[in-house]
């Protein structure tokens, strides 16, 4: 596949962002110990009960304080300048509910406008419409740390899980990779 075919969509939270420091301080607010492998968004929904899950959610990427607080995965803005150097097409599809906290995070880590732009950016409320998004951008391949998004993204035919602490079961759904840097040899050979 050239390069010029390859179109790449990314998830922002789990993916470009990581928020494992900052989901085992929220969880500790209500109880929970979390180990790293514990703060993926998969493996929460079985050890926090909805209730608080909401709670920490809505702290995390609605309260400025918290969702301004987490850093850029190792080698995000590496990963994206080497992209765009070889002429692959990349858009950010994420289901954040408040977009203009999740706009200033990317503004603060230089991912906007550097690497996406309003015209290859958008907010998504379901998985559904993440598969939407990216029947409408074209995109080849997609990278999210959810495993029932991945899994509604039939049409997208090389899909990725990022997991960083290894904690994913394998599928055939899905590639796992454990960091961006193992993503981009996936997509550059």
């Not at 968004?41 to 920490?56: F, G, K, N, Q, Y």
Request: aromatic fraction near 8%; proline fraction near 5%.
């Amino acid at each position: 596949m050239a390069n010029d075919d390859i179109h790449i969509g990314f998830d922002l939270d789990g993916v470009l962002v990581d928020h494992t420091l900052w989901k085992q301080i929220l969880a500790r607010k209500f109880g929970y110990t979390l180990t790293p492998a514990q703060t993926a968004s998969d493996a929460m929904r079985t050890i926090v009960p909805v209730e608080h899950r909401r709670e920490i959610q809505r702290l995390l990427y609605g309260d400025d304080v918290y969702a301004l607080s987490p850093s850029l995965m190792p080698g995000a803005s590496e990963l994206l300048a080497s992209l765009g150097e070889r002429g692959v097409r990349c858009s950010l599809i994420s289901r954040r509910r408040d977009a203009d906290l999740a706009l200033l995070l990317m503004e603060k880590h230089h991912l906007r406008p550097e690497f996406f732009t309003d015209a290859n950016t958008v907010f998504v409320a379901t998985p559904q419409d993440k598969a939407d998004a990216c029947a409408r951008f074209g995109v080849t391949h997609y990278i999210d740390d959810e495993v029932g998004v991945l899994e509604a993204l039939a049409s997208v035919p090389h899909r990725y899980l990022m997991d960083p602490h290894g904690a994913a079961l394998p599928s055939a759904h899905y590639h796992a990779v454990r960091s961006l840097e193992e993503f981009g040899r996936c997509i550059i050979r």
